[in-house]
């Protein structure tokens, strides 16, 4: 069984930074991917960046690209998000995810093991 425990989400203003952390447990050999995605109330979660657990090789939403960097540590199982340059449209709660399946992409339902989530707010 997969578990992950999300942490660094907070307030703060709109132009300034958050760095968010994904710990993961586990059978991590099975992991293929790993993505952040958030959900606004009233809205569905869309993704927000992805990386490959083996190659590292990422992807962003249009929305984040040249702001967000999603990263990796194999050794400590554990992928961050740093955000920078945030703005009101990012306030939502933030979620990791795990896909075991090579074609996941951006698609939530590709993924199998989810994190609760941390909240992230942003003030204008």
């Known amino acids: 069984q997969v578990q992950l425990v999300e942490s660094g989400g907070g307030l703060v203003q709109a132009g300034g930074s958050l760095r968010l952390s994904c710990v993961g447990s586990?059978?991590?050999?099975?992991?293929?991917?790993m993505g952040w995605f958030r959900q606004a109330p009233g809205k569905e979660r869309e993704s927000v960046a992805r990386?490959?657990?083996?190659?590292?090789?990422?992807g962003y939403a249009d929305s984040v690209k040249g702001r967000f960097t999603i990263s990796r540590d194999n050794a400590k199982n554990t992928v961050y998000l740093q955000m920078n340059n945030l703005k009101p449209g990012d306030t939502a709660v933030y979620y990791c995810?795990?896909?075991?399946?090579?074609?996941?992409?951006?698609?939530?339902?590709?993924?199998?093991?989810w994190g609760q989530g941390t909240q992230v707010t942003v003030s204008s």
């Open positions: 995810a795990v896909s075991t399946s090579t074609v996941s992409g951006s698609n939530p339902a590709a993924y199998e093991y």
């Open positions: 586990g059978r991590t050999s099975r992991w293929y991917r």
């Open positions: 990386i490959t657990w083996g190659s590292g090789v990422t």
